[in-house]
């Protein structure tokens, strides 16, 4: 079983900032496309940025574009995800997730964390 495990999150006032970690202890993802998600209370999960396999050309979502950065580093085969500006509307629960395949990016998102907990308040 895959385990990767999420901290970081925690309460913030608006215009503060936080920075999300995501590690597996036990496997290496280095090949692999990782990626930050969120879900709110009575919303769908969305993706909140990624990278590719390669670990460069790194996506966000509109809503945070400008705000988040995703990095990753290899030799502690863990994924970073700093947040700064922060705003009510992001309150979520943070999930890191990696592809089910190395060497690309269309596999789907196949592993997943319990996830962080994220509340900006106003």
């Known amino acids: 079983q895959v385990l990767l495990v999420e901290s970081g999150g925690g309460l913030v006032q608006a215009g503060g900032s936080l920075r999300l970690s995501c590690v597996a202890p036990e496997h290496s993802f280095t090949n692999y496309g990782m990626g930050w998600f969120r879900q709110a209370p009575g919303k769908e999960r969305e993706s909140v940025a990624a990278?590719?396999?390669?670990?460069?050309?790194?996506s966000y979502a509109e809503s945070v574009k400008g705000r988040f950065t995703i990095s990753r580093d290899a030799s502690k085969n863990a994924l970073y995800l700093q947040m700064d500006s922060l705003k009510p509307d992001d309150t979520a629960v943070y999930l890191c997730a990696v592809r089910s395949h190395p060497y690309t990016d269309l596999a789907d998102w196949r592993y997943w964390g319990q996830g962080t907990q994220v509340t900006v308040s106003s």
């Open positions: 990278v590719t396999w390669r670990g460069d050309s790194p």
